[in-house]
């Protein structure tokens, strides 16, 4: 280490990472709850239930001292519509775990080896389901993608887009970025230049969302998430939030705007209906040209597997990514990397000055 260099940041979080690994194939499952749920094709060799895994005491949780991956409650495979509970005690259970708690529950450390053997005999198809906690919190490396997710700017549509940078420690500040808007009032916003967005008599103040938040509406352009989380009967209390809300929108409004006439940032616009017509990347398009240079990516459902992950280029900073699904509870956090990727390297190559001949 350098004399002027800085140790990376400690980046702490909730999630443990849960996925199976089979040899060198990584199997991520879905979380339904507090159980995840692994597809898996069997006959498979011996798997692996990996996940992040820490100190307590390390962590400042408790005196604990052993590695903590996640505490299992309950392992079941269901194969052929039948159910097969797996003992958290079976003597095959005997890597990558700690002995079994006086409640029944059992940590691994990480690292849990699920012998094959225990999957039984035969073929076909089967689901793995592991009903566990985790630890409040992990300690993770800084994402090696936060500077490409950086480079990105979402047009709205939901959430999702927002939660993918977070996930790659990409955390701009943007106005589209926690808010909720449709293609034609985002349309409008840009031909208008998001005029009269913030202004109080336009802004009002609503409670909604899973989990709930006090919400910043203009019903011409946009809703926006306060993250006040506290319901309130206090009138001074929502005035507040209301007018700071409504300071906020204008600043961000203006940041925008910047971006976009700059041409720095790719801009990310959803197309998640299944219907989804060409009209509507044409009309965006066009609004974002009428301010500045800045390229658009334009993200849909693939029509078939193999397109899962590509890109695009539809000439004049226009790209199209196709990714498998459109979700904030399971977010296709690797299709999105490999779209923001590929789609930054198609821009740079745009960019890049031509020689002379």
């Avoid at 702490?12 to 199997?27: K, V, W």
């Avoid at 507040?240 to 720095?264: F, H, M, P, Q």
Wanted: proline share 7%; net charge negative; with cysteine.
């Amino acid at each position: 280490m350098t004399a002027n260099a800085q140790p990376a940041p400690t980046v702490m979080t909730d999630d443990p990472d849960l996925h199976l690994r089979a040899g060198d194939e990584r199997i991520d499952g879905t979380r339904q709850g507090a159980v995840w749920v692994f597809p898996l094709h069997v006959p498979c060799p011996e798997l692996r239930l990996i996940s992040r895994a820490g100190r307590p005491d390390e962590l400042g949780l408790n005196a604990d001292g052993r590695r903590l991956g996640v505490c299992l409650v309950a392992i079941t495979l269901m194969r052929g519509g039948e159910q097969q509970t797996i003992p958290l005690d079976h003597p095959a259970l005997d890597e990558g775990l700690h002995d079994v708690e006086a409640t029944g529950k059992r940590w691994t450390d990480g690292s849990m080896v699920l012998p094959a053997s225990l999957l039984g005999p035969g073929e076909g198809t089967a689901e793995l389901h592991i009903l566990c906690s985790g630890l409040p919190r992990y300690r993770r490396d800084p994402s090696p993608d936060s500077g490409l997710f950086a480079r990105f700017e979402a047009l709205g549509d939901n959430c999702e887009f927002g939660l993918v940078q977070r996930h790659f420690d990409a955390e701009p500040i943007s106005l589209l970025r926690w808010a909720s808007t449709d293609a034609a009032r985002l349309v409008l916003g840009l031909c208008r230049r998001f005029d009269g967005l913030g202004d109080p008599d336009a802004t009002t103040l609503g409670w909604s969302g899973d989990p709930p938040d006090y919400m910043l509406v203009d019903h011409r352009y946009l809703s926006a998430h306060t993250w006040a989380v506290k319901l309130s009967d206090d009138p001074q209390r929502l005035e507040d939030i209301r007018l700071s809300g409504a300071a906020r929108l204008r600043l961000l409004k203006r940041k925008l705007l910047a971006d976009i006439e700059t041409g720095k940032r790719i801009f990310v616009f959803k197309q998640s209906s299944p219907d989804a017509r060409p009209e509507a990347l044409n009309a965006v398009h066009a609004a974002l040209r009428g301010i500045g240079p800045a390229p658009v990516l334009c993200v849909v459902r693939a029509a078939a597997p193999e397109m899962v992950g590509t890109v695009e280029a539809l000439g004049d900073g226009v790209y199209r990514g196709h990714i498998d699904q459109f979700s904030r509870a399971t977010i296709s956090y690797g299709v999105w990397r490999k779209i923001c990727a590929a789609t930054a390297a198609l821009v740079d190559s745009n960019a890049a000055p031509v020689a002379n001949a």
